[in-house]
């Protein structure tokens, strides 16, 4: 019985190596790096292509939206997260950014703020489903060592540099991609990245119309 358990306890690391669970998917994890980063970097590209090709930035036009959520009335809410979970998972340029500048202009913080955080939710854990399955994970042994490096601190309380990264570089599907890939648990990583998202959005509602303008104009966005 004794030699069972040990056979088994010396064996369970070499299977666990190839493959991790996440999402209910086992993914293989014994691949070469650079075969997962290609794999992702293409399937970005086609939905980026796609989302070009529909123009699903115009949907995110200030006037556009906000004349979008006050058309459909009760529903404006959910019309407003569609188009902002929407533009998230197929890579538009500052989406977050807009949606997070506009929000207050249509929304009360108790509809508004629950709205954005949702939206960036589903995007963040979309695009992090979506590369644990296509590129997988690094083991540090697969890596430079200056990435292992990143890796293993990242291992290390990994919650509040999370809540710091979303914070600074709010919902990034490159963040989302790169973080997936260093192998974070999916508790840490929602945990932390929805409460690094709301930072902003919360400070936004709070710097009030005049602050968010001004910022809005700073970044380029017209409001």
Same mark, same amino acid.
């Given at each position: 019985?004794?030699?069972?358990?040990?056979?088994?306890?010396?064996?369970?690391?070499?299977?666990?190596?190839?493959?991790?669970?996440?999402?209910?998917?086992?993914?293989?994890?014994?691949?070469?790096?650079?075969?997962?980063?290609?794999?992702?970097?293409?399937?970005?590209?086609?939905?980026?292509?796609?989302?070009?090709?529909?123009?699903?930035?115009?949907?995110?036009?200030?006037?556009?939206?906000?004349?979008?959520?006050?058309?459909?009335?009760?529903?404006?809410?959910?019309?407003?997260?569609?188009? /902002?979970? +929407?533009?998230?998972?197929?890579? *538009?340029?500052?989406?977050?950014?807009?949606?997070? #500048?506009?929000? $207050?202009? =249509?929304?009360?913080?108790?509809?508004?703020?629950?709205?954005?955080?949702?939206?960036?939710?589903?995007?963040?854990?979309?695009?992090?489903?979506?590369?644990?399955?296509?590129?997988?994970?690094?083991?540090?042994?697969?890596?430079?060592?200056?990435?292992?490096?990143?890796?293993?601190?990242?291992?290390?309380?990994?919650?509040?540099?999370?809540?710091?990264?979303?914070?600074?570089?709010?919902?990034?599907?490159?963040?989302?991609?790169?973080?997936?890939?260093?192998?974070?648990?999916?508790?840490? /990583?929602? +945990?932390?990245?929805?409460?690094? *998202?709301?930072?902003?959005?919360?400070?936004?509602? #709070?710097?009030? $119309?005049? =602050?968010?303008?001004?910022?809005?104009?700073?970044?380029?966005?017209?409001?």
């Amino acid at each position: 019985m004794k030699a069972n358990e040990t056979y088994n306890q010396a064996m369970r690391p070499q299977v666990e190596s190839t493959r991790v669970q996440r999402f209910g998917f086992w993914v293989l994890n014994n691949r070469k790096p650079l075969i997962g980063i290609a794999g992702v970097l293409i399937g970005v590209a086609v939905v980026g292509a796609l989302a070009t090709q529909l123009e699903i930035d115009t949907l995110l036009h200030p006037t556009e939206l906000r004349s979008r959520v006050q058309r459909y009335g009760f529903w404006g809410p959910l019309v407003f997260l569609a188009i /902002y979970t +929407l533009s998230q998972a197929m890579f *538009v340029p500052m989406s977050s950014t807009i949606v997070f #500048l506009i929000a $207050p202009s =249509l929304f009360p913080p108790a509809i508004g703020i629950p709205l954005c955080v949702l939206g960036a939710s589903f995007s963040m854990l979309g695009h992090f489903a979506y590369t644990r399955v296509v590129g997988g994970t690094f083991e540090p042994t697969q890596v430079k060592p200056w990435v292992a490096k990143i890796l293993t601190s990242l291992d290390r309380k990994p919650i509040p540099k999370l809540i710091a990264l979303r914070a600074l570089f709010l919902p990034s599907p490159l963040i989302s991609i790169a973080i997936a890939m260093m192998g974070v648990r999916v508790r840490d /990583y929602a +945990l932390g990245s929805i409460l690094g *998202v709301a930072i902003p959005i919360v400070a936004i509602y #709070l710097a009030g $119309p005049t =602050l968010t303008e001004m910022l809005a104009n700073f970044l380029g966005v017209a409001l």
